[in-house]
């Protein structure tokens, strides 16, 4: 059986999309991933077909817009309409007809939400299709909507944080995606409500890659939304570390993980400077992994080694804390590590996931990126450090993850959904 998955966004999206692309051809499936041309070599390299789509993730943050957008902070509204702007029409165009022509010979398809052209191509070609999830988005009376502000306010405000969430999305997407149905896939438009509320009157499943001890499951989630543990890709064997960095992790006490992933800019390289200036506050000493934003390439002290990527399965776990912007991907791999979080978030999904390491007790309490300062930074650190009750429900925590297999739960309800074994799910 051939599967197409597609799946836009930073290396945070990508990375977990392979590690469940690989335990599906383990079980005999032929899986392409269609997405930008920047993962092209890291798709392949893990033994993937590999389908281009229009766009370049690193060089639209680094614009006017990217920057803008990296900026929008808790502000759900400015985070969606940026996000449509980051891309002009021309290319949103190609992008949506670049994915009809990586489906062409599927079976069946799976989608990230960044990558919800193959809920439309699905449909055209008829075929099964199945939502793959990072973050939390089905709709609860318990808890508000992920990019909505998280005010208590009880099952009313949940419920229509959920749904203001859904349309925001759709109505920015709404003209450009309508014509491209009618032009390219001979598709009726989608209704001005959008295709959510489809997606629950057909039923279709929704594979989440996070684990319920991170976000445990809400009592009105749909039997069809399943939370299977974390897609992890464990490092290549062709990785080798370099004999600094060896010495570097030697030194006791174990140093500190700092990086911001997929954000860029100068507010990411400034972030950079002023974490490296709260560590040296605290006496500790740092990994500096650059990322997007090649931080590693200012100008460091002696506490601090820098580089530009280190696999985080290889480096977390011999650290003695994280501190990043609260991206899933990195957020992930720090709770498997066992080890305190520190979030400094910019926008999105990302104040999200500082708030719920803060509210498991694994990390102190995040603060926004536009508010932070040396000092307050330095304050997390040293809690994140010397709180014994952080340390020690971090390591539990890991040890709890560490034991799921969320790729061979994934890949046994793909099975089941497209077909190849028993209801046993």
């Known amino acids: 059986m051939h599967l197409t998955i597609v799946a836009l966004g930073s290396r ?27 993962y092209a070599d890291f798709i392949r390299s893990n033994g993937l077909d590999f389908a281009p789509i229009e766009g370049d993730p690193h060089q639209t943050l680094q614009g006017q817009t990217g920057r803008a957008w990296q900026e929008s902070g808790k502000d759900p509204i400015k985070f969606l309409t940026m996000l449509r702007k980051l891309n002009s029409p021309e290319h949103l165009r190609k992008a949506l007809d670049d994915a009809v022509e990586a489906c062409k010979d599927s079976d069946a398809i799976l989608y990230t939400a960044l990558g919800a052209a193959g809920y439309h191509v699905a449909e055209m070609m008829g075929v099964p299709r199945l939502y793959l999830l990072l973050q939390p988005v089905s709709r609860t009376q318990e808890q508000p909507s992920i990019l909505m502000p998280q005010w208590n306010l009880g099952a009313g405000y949940n419920r229509i944080s959920h749904q203001i969430t859904e349309q925001l999305m759709w109505q920015t997407l709404r003209g450009p995606v309508n014509r491209w149905r009618q032009e390219s896939l001979k598709l009726p438009p989608v209704p001005f409500w959008g295709p959510f509320n489809l997606l629950y009157k057909d039923k279709d499943p929704f594979i989440y890659g996070y684990s319920q001890h991170v976000v445990p499951r809400t009592i009105d989630m749909p039997d069809w939304h399943h939370t299977t543990g974390y897609w992890f890709l464990e490092s290549q064997g062709d990785w080798t570390p370099q004999p600094e960095l060896l010495e570097f992790l030697s030194v006791k006490p174990k140093p500190i993980y700092i990086g911001f992933g997929s954000m860029s800019g100068h507010s990411a390289r400034n972030l950079a400077k002023l974490a490296i200036d709260a560590i040296g506050d605290t006496n500790q000493r740092g990994v500096l992994v650059g990322g997007w934003a090649e931080a590693h390439e200012i100008s ?10 280190i696999p985080h399965d290889w480096l977390f776990p011999r650290i003695s804390a994280v501190v990043h912007h609260g991206g899933a991907g990195t957020t992930a791999a720090g709770i498997r590590a066992g080890v305190p979080t520190v979030v ?5 999904d990302q104040p999200y996931w500082g708030q719920r390491i803060f509210e498991l007790g694994v990390g102190p309490q995040p603060v926004m990126r536009k508010n932070l300062t040396v000092d307050l930074l330095a304050e997390r650190i040293n809690r994140a450090l010397k709180d014994q009750s952080i340390v020690k429900k971090a390591a539990a925590l890991g040890e709890k993850i560490r034991e799921e297999n969320g790729v061979e739960k994934a890949v046994d309800l793909i099975r089941y959904y497209f077909g190849s074994k028993p209801k046993e799910i």
């Open 300 to 309: 460091n002290p002696d506490y601090i080694y820098s580089c530009a990527s």
């Open 344 to 348: 400094i978030p910019f926008m999105g």
């Open 12 to 38: 945070g999206d990508i990375q977990p999309v392979v590690a469940l692309g690989i335990g599906l051809v383990n079980t005999g499936y032929q899986v392409r991933i269609a997405s930008f041309q920047t």
